[in-house]
């Protein structure tokens, strides 16, 4: 472990990123691929595919937040996945109840190789807009090496 003249435990290079969503709305049943990088350690989140590709083998966690639009009244159950490489690996839904913005939230822990990649695939958004993605301030992905 290394430790900084303050009294920090610093872990140079370790794989961590924080994206949201500026380009445009996104319509139900495909990749939601963040554009726009707050933060991208190592350069392993590709803003062209929307894949965090893993450095090194170890325990990553992430995290996405992600919000429908308010296009549409009617009741329905809407839902995103994460996916690790080609299978989807948990699914995210919430209850969407009228015409209004319906965030979907989830977390997990994976265990991932070196070159496996994470990904988010939105599903039924519950509106005939699809999903928020203009403002990036409405949604977010993350992701970084816990070891």
Known sequence: VKVNKNGQVVMPEQPAFNVAKNN???QDNNWWIPDYV???VGSHYSTSTG???APVAGTYFFSASIMTHDSSNSASQVEWK???NTSAVKTFIQHKTGDYHTRVDGSMVLELDVNDYVRIYVGNS???SGWAGS???QNN???FLIG
């Open 38 to 40: 707050v933060r991208n």
């Open 126 to 128: 519950g509106t005939s």
């Open 135 to 137: 403002q990036q301030e």
């Open 82 to 84: 994460f996916y690790k």
């Open 141 to 143: 992905f993350c992701g």
């Open 24 to 26: 445009g709305y996104v």
């Open 51 to 53: 894949r965090f590709t």
